[in-house]
């Protein structure tokens, strides 16, 4: 049993957790939303300045909440990949620090490996293999969750993801940033079936299409030339482009995990990221696993953004089975999940 000071700061929240294996003690976020929103989007020196100035304050929180000392910690834990380079080396270079500091163990973490470790810290009995439908502003994949740092992906976008696709289309329909709540909100005083939108099929050289893989860029432009038409016409009804749009995208993730699944022979599928908030999301999905007898798991809100508390589970599985990382651990903007295994000791 380890227990794991982790910081997260890959993009735009700032967040320390404290995690004994699947068991939350604290789970601090501050999130950028408010500085960004100007801007119409992330960027990445400001979210650099940001978790410098918030860190250490977000550090002395989490030892609060979880009532704890450095002599409870086995060991540090820091998001190393993928995101922005400028973010995450505040968290990595503070982590290390820490870790050399207090002499104990540091663990990097692959941002996407915390994702599906958020399903483990509400359902804790879960264990591989399984399915899962990763979905954010930067990452729709279906990975095979094989065991702790054995991954293979199954398929992903071939453009957009699907948390990109709610911004843009957000921004088509100036409904501000992040897209992806307010299309939500919208969405349930819409009508779903009022505009018949693309699901974004991707096709294969020899004919047909990729039962795994999706593309989200067709869509975002069908809403587009829609959204033009319309307004030529003096009407713009957004609750119900809103709720065609999620829908159409809800289908698309949907129709492909449940096959990918059923393919696999994996009874699970669990969902992380950040558009696996969405309520639309979770209807189709829930409804068309009991369909197949498959069992669907959310993560709880809170951990489906990005956090630190799916970080430190993550670490705290591998501290357990003696992976430990080198303090020369530098960040990456991009790598791959199938490569975890190379942010550790030999």
Request: charged residues 15%.
């Amino acid at each position: 049993m380890s227990t794991v000071l982790a910081l997260e700061t890959s993009c735009d929240e700032t967040a320390v957790a404290i995690v004994r294996d699947r068991q939350v003690l604290s789970n601090v976020v501050s999130s950028q939303i408010a500085a960004h929103q100007p801007y119409g989007g992330v960027v990445p020196e400001v979210a650099s300045r940001q978790h410098v100035e918030i860190l250490n304050e977000a550090i002395a929180q989490a030892f609060q909440q979880a009532t704890l000392s450095w002599q409870d910690i086995d060991g540090v834990a820091a998001t190393c990949a993928p995101g922005l380079v400028g973010a995450l080396l505040v968290g990595l270079t503070a982590g290390k620090t820490l870790a050399m500091v207090q002499n104990k163990p540091f663990i990097g973490v692959h941002h996407l490996e915390g994702h599906i470790y958020a399903s483990y810290l509400s359902s804790p009995d879960l264990q591989p293999p399984f399915l899962c439908l990763l979905v954010s502003g930067g990452h729709t994949s279906l990975i095979y969750v094989k065991d702790c740092g054995h991954y293979e992906t199954l398929g992903q976008t071939r453009d957009d993801a699907a948390g990109e696709a709610f911004d843009k289309v957000a921004r088509l329909m100036n409904l501000g940033y992040p897209g992806g709540p307010v299309i939500d909100r919208l969405a349930k005083e819409g009508n779903p079936q009022a505009f018949n939108l693309p699901e974004g099929q991707v096709s294969l050289p020899q004919g047909g299409y990729h039962r795994y893989d999706s593309s989200f860029s067709g869509l975002k432009t069908a809403v587009l030339r829609l959204t033009q038409k319309l307004q030529d016409a003096g009407e713009l009804p957004v609750a119900d482009l809103a709720a065609s749009f999620q829908d159409a995208v809800a289908r698309a993730l949907t129709k492909r995990a449940i096959a990918c699944a059923l393919d696999y022979g994996l009874s699970a599928i669990a969902v992380g990221g950040g558009v696996a908030a969405n309520s639309g999301l979770r209807q189709h999905l829930q409804a068309a696993a009991e369909q197949h007898n498959l069992r669907v798991l959310f993560p709880p809100l809170k951990f489906c953004t990005d956090n630190a508390a799916m970080i430190a589970c993550a670490a705290a599985d591998h501290l357990n089975r003696g992976h430990v990382s080198p303090l020369t651990l530098g960040a990456q903007s991009r790598m791959a999940i199938a490569d975890v295994m190379q942010l550790y000791q030999k």
